[in-house]
């Protein structure tokens, strides 16, 4: 189990920056066991903020136990405790601390889609409690073994990777966020006024053969952009919208085009330890109309035909941070990764204009740098607003926007 004394100033950032926990708040800690050091911290900082914190166990093991020996009644069971828990709290502070990153990836994927179905009522509720601006909440890394090993790392320069993703290496981490906020607002600003948004790789030759890129057009006309600077995710470094779908109408009845086109992810898609290569999503009308992987194609597409919300576009999103430059299988890091953009299959967040119900939110992460990286190869890319050219082969044209140190 990690010791380290950055962990206390990860609490006192998560606690004082990210959540800005007050006096009287109620303060969920949520995470394993294995990164009670982290908690621990956590609950001190709390109290010194004048919360009310107390810790909720979130456990593999359980939930392995559940998968493998529940019935399907059992596993899709929603807890009236963890409804009633999201009801009243005030903070939810969240880590991950993985014994085992894939330990549900051998059983069967319909088990596991009914255990996100379990976790659907749950997710729509946490979702409207933030866009009602009653709810605050951070999730973060805990660095242990397993993920250290997903990123072919040891176990101490994982946590060096963490840290330094987190800016806590810098005399003032809160400071130097503050400057990726007005960053990237200046990016939200800008996206703000904009109907759509067209993302273009051109085809090239992949580790697995030729790859057809990606033309991707994606209606943000009634989306709100987020900009993402540490306040929900910890580290962070993302602006994202949720897509206009055609039947999410205005109030005259308009519904946008949603998402028309196709896109080749570049890394691998990793949902619940399960990891799916080379897919390839075609939509229309902002659903998926066809999909297929090189790898784990049966789990994607059990993934997919989960709900009927789940083959919706519910999120659409550009990475900022120039810092995290390699993929590591840790979506929280991944998909932050300055110069590349991400979609996410499922639930929308009320907040960005989205109303997408889905038990499913499943980030798929595509380059947009010239680059070959572990065999992965990729010609550059470009994104377009309203038919203007603003970001090319992974950097933003406007130097006021984020940009590599």
């Known amino acids: 189990m990690l010791q380290d004394a950055r962990l206390a100033k990860l609490a006192d950032v998560l606690v004082g920056y990210s959540t800005r926990v007050k006096a009287g708040d109620l303060v969920a800690i949520i995470g394993d066991r294995a990164g009670m050091p982290l908690a621990e911290e956590l609950f001190k900082a709390v109290l010194r903020a004048g919360g009310n914190p107390f810790f909720w ?45 894939k330990y549900l990836s051998g059983y069967p994927s319909a088990k596991t889609a009914l255990l996100q179905q379990a976790r659907k009522p749950y997710l729509k509720r946490f979702m409207q409690r933030e866009a009602d601006k009653a709810l605050r ?20 320069q994982w946590a060096d990777f963490v840290f330094r993703a ?32 067209h993302f273009a790789v051109p085809p090239h030759d992949g580790p697995l053969g030729r790859n057809d890129g990606t033309d991707l ?78 790898k784990g194609e049966d789990f994607l597409f059990k993934m997919l035909d989960q709900d009927p919300g789940a083959r919706n576009l519910g999120e659409i999103a550009i990475g900022t941070n120039y810092g995290i430059t390699d993929f590591s ?42 680059r070959t990286s572990n065999g992965i190869a990729s010609p550059g890319g470009e994104i377009r607003a309203d038919g203007e050219l603003f970001h090319k082969h992974g950097l933003f044209l406007d130097p006021t926007f984020p940009q590599p140190s």
């Not at 939930?63 to 019935?71: F, I």
Request: net charge negative; aromatic share 10%.
């Open 329 to 370: 299988r840790n979506i929280l890091f991944d998909e932050k990764i300055g110069g590349t953009f991400h979609a996410a299959v499922g639930a929308g967040y009320p907040k960005t204009g989205s109303n997408n119900d889905s038990g499913l939110h499943w980030d798929m992460i595509c380059e947009l740098r010239q």
């Open 137 to 156: 909440w951070c999730g973060t890394e805990f660095p242990t073994n397993a993920s250290a090993m997903d990123a072919e790392m040891s176990l101490h």
């Open 57 to 101: 166990l979130r456990s593999e093991a359980f939930n392995e136990a559940l998968v493998a020996h529940g019935s399907d009644a059992q596993i899709a069971f929603v807890n009236p405790i963890q409804m009633d828990l999201i009801e009243k709290v005030d903070v939810t502070l969240s880590y991950w601390a993985s014994g085992n990153s």
């Open 166 to 197: 987190g800016l806590l290496h810098l005399p003032d981490p809160i400071a130097a966020w503050r400057g990726v906020e007005q960053r990237q607002q200046r990016v939200c600003d800008y996206l703000q006024k904009k109907k759509a948004l």
């Open 217 to 294: 057009k994606v209606d943000v006309s009634r989306g709100i952009w987020e900009n993402c600077c540490g306040h929900c995710n910890f580290p962070d470094g993302e602006v994202f919208c949720g897509p206009t779908l055609p039947d999410n109408k205005d109030a005259a009845g308009n519904g946008g085009f949603g998402v028309d086109g196709h896109v080749n992810y570049t890394f691998p898609a990793v949902y619940m330890g399960n990891e799916v290569q080379n897919v390839r999503l075609a939509f229309k009308a902002g659903r998926v109309v066809d999909a297929s992987a090189s």
